[in-house]
């Protein structure tokens, strides 16, 4: 495998314009394991094939120097024999640029919606492999596989098992089974993220690859690796696990914390940490959704919310603690700071792909009424402006007046794993939609590139 991954780094530095172009192979913006391997392990399958006109390679959807924060990752990485320098990231591989030279084909793996940012690379989607809600049009010329299991590495490891089982060895086996294994919470069913489709596949990589780690003890020292966040700064344990999401002015970041809110809330200079964060970042919201056991055992969720904007932050926190569809089950906890309301979340299934879409719900309604209203000026959704700054820290983004809540806070266990739903709505201009039909209509005769 490593020799494989070391040629699509090769493959790449030769890539000209006359080249026939990569067919990469991508995770979701999280880039967490399940991310990683399914992109590894998919493009090596992919590779085997004998009728792939472009190179299958796979990308990593982060910055190279993102990587070291995926603790977990590194960790399988190296226990597998697997280095780093061998890995591909998306600051080193020019999509967009191969996509308008025609020399991109892209399979979807851990997500089925590109991020706004990446929509125009759409028509050069040619399969998607993903255990997250549906949210994208059937196209006869881009099959789906969308199955609700507990890991994405299931699916691939299953359709390697069905179509080209001599490519499993020992290396990409423990890719996939660490991997399911970290996604099922060791297959507990109380943890409720393991389907029967999860156990089957990993019973079946433990018969084929007896020497495998053992189960319990591997998931262990992959957890310990995950939660391993010593060290990190606020801001580092916010990119940890991050998904971003907007809709109209909304921006906002929904960062997985491993830890305890209460430690999370002690870190000194907690709110202006968070406040940078959105300067830094142009976010002007943030949820903070820490995962901690007690005793080692039962998962507990907390939630915080942070806007310098109290109008942000109060229209978030009441469309959480609202919602049905789950009902997280909040319960407000005290807060140190005016800008953050902090929240049990009684509701300890409810990871962030559960909360995901609950906030995409929020953020399209909120846009809706936007749009009817006809003037964001009008609705007093536009943050602080007019108001009192009044206590507001200085952040310099919005003013925003406090009035900290509690809120309620998240559910536990490692559930929290990445879910590709976020990249809110795309934003459709006039000129984009007119500029992407022209490109739709130019792609056309490669449209069916692959596969
Ligand atoms: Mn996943």
Redesign the pocket.
Known sequence: MEAYLRSCRDVLKACSKNSPGLHVVM??EAC?M??MV?ALTFAYFLSKSLDCKRMPVPVLNIPRAEFPLHSDSTFLLRETGLSQDCLLFRDEVDLHGLHKNKQLTLTLV??NVLPSADSELEDAVVEVI???LLQRPTSPSCPITVEPV????TLVTERIAQKAPEVLDQQVAQLLYG?IIL?CVNMAPEAGKVTPKDSQYAVFLEKRFPKLPKRGALFQSLQNAKFDVSGLSTEQMLLKDMKAASGGDLKLAVSVIYMTLEAFLQRRGLQQDLCEFCHNHNYNLVVAMTISFIDNKQPLRQLAVYSSSTVYREEMSKALEKAKNPSLDLKPMSSPYPDVKAFIQGNTLASR?KVMPIIADFLKERERKVYQSGNIEDLDLDDDSNQDQSDSQQCPEDAGIEDDGQVPPTPMNSLV????LDNGLPKISPEVLVEKVTKMASMEDTSSEGQ
């Open positions: 995770g979701n967490d399940d991310s399914s851990d997500h993903d255990h997250h507990g890991s994405c590495a991997t996604d792909k794993e990445g879910c590709p």
